[in-house]
């Protein structure tokens, strides 16, 4: 049997978001606001939401994780999509993450502070270029953490492209120390070695 759409009712399907305070939202605001979708950051104190997963961008999480996890010295974890916190108003969420096994407090833990993470990995997305790109690398350095990668994807193959950046204590930023196509090779954090182009099997 049909019912009569009610002004209340269309009204109920309006979605509700929430409004920022003055001063912007704080890394306990993340934790605590009601309904926030998946995968929210925290941006300068801003709520930034992100769009749906693309299969490259999935496809290239399970490969780094899987990679990583190989050879992985007992006093080190890989994490997927885990909050970091960098400070009271920047809670961003890294696609990938190595961490101090220490830091693991169990099933229920939310977050990670910055100081317990030694490599933070974003996948490009083209929605989020721009952080990606710029924003998350300067957050990400000048909270010390102390390895970066940022993976592009090849236009050609598809196969994903791995730019790895080393932090400078100095200075608070990034060095480039290499692009990476078939296979990413390195010793920092800890001696890696992924075949790239094994993500044609998944």
Known sequence: MG??????SAEHRVPQWPVPPQDGYTVDDLFTLPDLPPHTELIDGSLVFVSPQRRFHANVIDLL????????????RVSREMTVILDNRNGPEPDVSVIRADAI????????????????????????????????????????????WRVEENGTS????????????????YIHTGMHRDRVKVGAPYVIDIDLTAIDAL
Request: charged share 20%; hydrophobic share 35%; net charge negative.
């Open 158 to 173: 598809g196969h994903p492209v791995v730019h790895v950046y080393e932090l400078d204590p100095l200075t608070k930023a």
């Open 3 to 8: 019912g009569t759409m009610t002004a209340e």
């Open 105 to 148: 407090t169990g099933p229920g833990q939310t977050r990670y502070e910055a100081g317990d993470v030694l490599l933070a990995v974003e996948v490009v997305s083209p929605d989020s270029e721009s952080r990606d790109r710029t924003t998350k690398p300067q957050k990400y350095a000048a909270a010390g953490i102390p390895n970066f």
């Open 65 to 76: 994780v899987n990679g990583l996890r190989g050879g992985l010295p007992v006093e080190f």
